[in-house]
C-alpha cells in the first residue's frame, strides 16, 4: 500500500506535538493504520527548517498541494481556519482538526461539504484532549441511548477550583498563577466564561444524541462569581463545586448547559482536579461509564489528532487485516517482541511477616533486602499481643525485579526470626 501523506497547518502547540509523535512512533503508528504516514507538506507562516519536508509560509499551498490526502488543521480560530478547511475539502482532502470553535460554530456547513464531496472530517482533539472520548460515544456505546452526559471539559477553570478548594485561595488569585503557568490564555475569557466547555459539550451532544451542532443554543454560564466561602461551605455540606457541562436528554428535548455544578464529593468526578478532564456518559445498557485524562497539552492531544489520522487512513487502505496490528507490522522485530516472565517484571511491593519480638530482626530483614538491592520506603510494625511472642512487620519497598525480590524472601523466611512465609502483594502508583 502507498504511504497516507499529510499535510500539517500551523506548527505551534499540537502541530509540533502531533509532528513529534508521528515522528517518534512512525513504526507502531504504521502498524495500527495498516500504511505509513509521511508528513509530506507543514504550512507554518513563519516558516520550518524540517529536513525531508515540504514548508510552506502559505497554509493555502497545502490545502492546494495534490500530493496530500489529509490536511490536518492546527491554527485554531473560526475565520481562516474555515476557509482553509473548506478549501480542503474542495479539493477532495480529508480533514482531521483539534478546533473546537470551528467545529462547534461552522460543523454544520463543513460536515455538507465533506459530505458532498466523500471525504471525512475528524476532530477527537476537539474535545477533551487526549482522552478518546468521541471514539468512546460513537463506537465503543454504539449499542446505547445515550441518556445523559457531563464532563470536567476545561482544565483552566477545573485548575481554578482546585486551588480555591484546597488552599482557601480566591479566584483572581488563582487565575493570574494559572496565566503565568500558561493554563490560560492572556484574555481567559474563553475559559472561565465556559465558551470553551460549551464548544465542547456541543460537540458531545451532537455525537451522542445524532443532533446538530447548536451552539448559539448553548446556556453558558462561567465561574467568575464563585467565591471561597461557596466552596466551604459545598465542601461543609460534602459537596465539590465542579465547573461542568451537562447535556441530558429527556421527553422535550435536549438540556444543553454549563455551569457550576455541586456534586456529592464522593462521585468519582467530584475528584478530578487540577487541570485533568474527565466525563461521564450514561448509556441505557451499559450505565454510567467515566473517561479521564488530560485534556490540553501538546503530546495528549497529538495523541487524539494521530488517532484520527490513523482512522482515516485506515479508511484509505481498508483492508481487515489493518484492524489487527500485528497482521500489518512490517517490522518482525515487532512481531517477535517476547512477553516478560513475571520474575522479570519491575514493581514495588508490599511485605508482611511475622517476626519474632526481639532486637535485631528488623535489621537483619533490612539486611537482606539491601543485599538485593531493594530500599525500603516505609516500615510499619504492631506492638505484640498479650501473650504474643510475634509481632506482624509490615515494610513498603521500592520498585525491584521480581525474581530478586524472591531470593530476598526465600532468605526471609530461611530466618530463624521470621515465622511462616512473607505475604506479598506488588504495588503500582499507576501514576504518569
Ligand atoms: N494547546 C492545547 O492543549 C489544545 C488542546 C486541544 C485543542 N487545541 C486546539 O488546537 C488548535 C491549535 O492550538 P495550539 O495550542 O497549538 O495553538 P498555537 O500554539 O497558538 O499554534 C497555532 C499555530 O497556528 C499558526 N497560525 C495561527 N493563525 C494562523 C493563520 N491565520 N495563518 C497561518 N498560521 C496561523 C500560528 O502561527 P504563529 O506562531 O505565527 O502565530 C501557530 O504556529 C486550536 O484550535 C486549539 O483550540 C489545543
Known sequence: ???????????????????????????EIAGRAGCNIVVSHIGARRGADISGVNVSTDIFAVADDPEIHILVELIGGTTVAKDLVLQAIANGKHIVTANKALIAEHGNEIFAAASEKGVSVAFEAAVAGGIPIIKAIREGLSANRIEWLAGIINGTGNFILTEMREKGRDFDDVLKEAQELGYAEADPTFD?????????????ASIAFGIPLQFDKAYTEGITKISTEDVEYAEQLGYRIKHLGVARKNGKGVELRVHPTMIPEKRLIANVNGVMNAVLVKGDAVGPTLYYGAGAGAEPTASAVVADIVDVARTLSAEPKHRVPYLAFQNDAMNDTPILPIDEVETAYYLRMSAEDKPGVLSEVAQILSNAGISIEAIIQ???????????????????????????????????????????????SLAG
Open 1 to 27: 500500500m502507498n504511504p497516507v501523506k499529510i499535510g500539517i497547518c500551523g506548527l505551534g502547540t499540537v502541530g509540533k506535538g502531533t509532528f513529534d509523535v508521528l515522528t517518534r512512533n512512525g513504526e
Open 192 to 204: 472561565v466564561e465556559g465558551i470553551d466547555a460549551a464548544h465542547k459539550l456541543v460537540i458531545l
Open 382 to 428: 504492631k506492638e505484640p499481643a498479650e501473650g504474643q511472642d510475634h509481632v506482624s512487620l509490615i515494610i513498603l519497598t521500592s520498585r525491584a525485579i521480581e525474581k530478586n525480590l524472591d531470593q530476598a524472601t526465600d532468605s526471609i523466611e530461611a530466618l530463624d526470626s521470621i515465622a511462616g512465609e512473607v505475604t506479598r502483594i506488588r504495588v503500582e
